[in-house]
């Protein structure tokens, strides 16, 4: 099977733009989940979609949002971009509770915000 | 507050041992996972424990205890390529994934 994949794999961005980045999950997998990933702060949970719905979403403010679609692949938004939101951005999907949920993580989304 | 605490850095020695511990403070909890990630790289799945005690895969092992809401992912015979950062994460009861802030692991020829 194919991983899952992620695009674009950098991105520079200035302040108040917006940006969409994409993830297709493994053949199979429901469950996508996004995280942002930084020095500080480690991976945080930023939503998780399963079928189409949002099953929940961290801490983040509205800036950042996401959809997915009905073949699995999902998007997130992030716009009026920060310098703060200079991170990597992971998905990873999942075959919903098989052995305990395990996330299978893309390569991640690099975003520098200048 | 939820929270994952486990140490920033361990160091170990090439053909050794080490032990990197997790404990964690959540609202309601499914089970506790291991993922490894170099740098560079993504998070890759290790090891799941839902249940107390040792789970066993080859040079790897985890280890969970829910009533001292703890657990461990025990590395042997180390080698160079283990060089990573390794993180604990747990699904709390809002059905939320929490990942420690990860531990990076120094091995010494």
């Known amino acids: 099977k194919a991983g899952v994949t992620q695009t674009p794999r950098y991105l520079i961005k200035t302040r108040g733009q917006q940006v969409t980045l994409s993830c297709s999950p493994i053949?199979?997998?429901?469950?996508v989940s996004w995280y942002q990933q930084t020095p500080g702060q480690g991976l945080q949970f930023l939503f998780e979609?399963?079928?189409?719905?949002?099953?929940n979403k961290g801490n983040f403010p509205g800036r950042f949002s996401g959809r997915q679609f009905s073949n699995s692949r999902s998007e997130m938004n992030v716009s009026t971009l920060e310098l703060g939101d200079s991170a990597l951005y992971l998905c990873?999907?999942?075959?919903?509770?098989?052995?305990?949920?395990?996330?299978?993580f893309g390569p991640g989304t690099r975003l520098t915000v200048l | 507050g939820q929270s994952l605490e486990q140490p920033s850095e361990v160091t170990a020695v090439e053909g050794a041992i080490v032990q990197i511990n997790c404990t964690y403070q959540?609202?309601?909890?499914?089970?506790l996972s291991w993922y490894q990630q170099h740098d560079g790289g993504a998070p890759t799945f290790l090891s799941y424990?839902?249940?107390?005690g040792l789970e066993e895969t080859g040079r790897f092992s985890s280890f969970l205890s829910r009533s001292d809401s703890y657990g461990y992912l025990l590395l042997q015979e180390l080698q160079m390529k283990d060089s990573a950062s390794y993180f604990c994460?747990?699904?709390?009861?809002?059905?939320?994934?929490?990942f420690g802030k990860g531990t990076r692991l120094h091995i010494l020829p």
């Open positions: 994460a747990v699904r709390d009861r809002d059905d939320k994934i929490i």
């Open positions: 053949s199979g997998h429901r469950s």
């Open positions: 959540t609202s309601g909890f499914y089970g």
């Open positions: 424990n839902g249940l107390d």
């Open positions: 990873a999907s999942s075959h919903k509770r098989e052995n305990g949920d395990t996330q299978y």
């Open positions: 979609y399963f079928s189409e719905t949002q099953r």
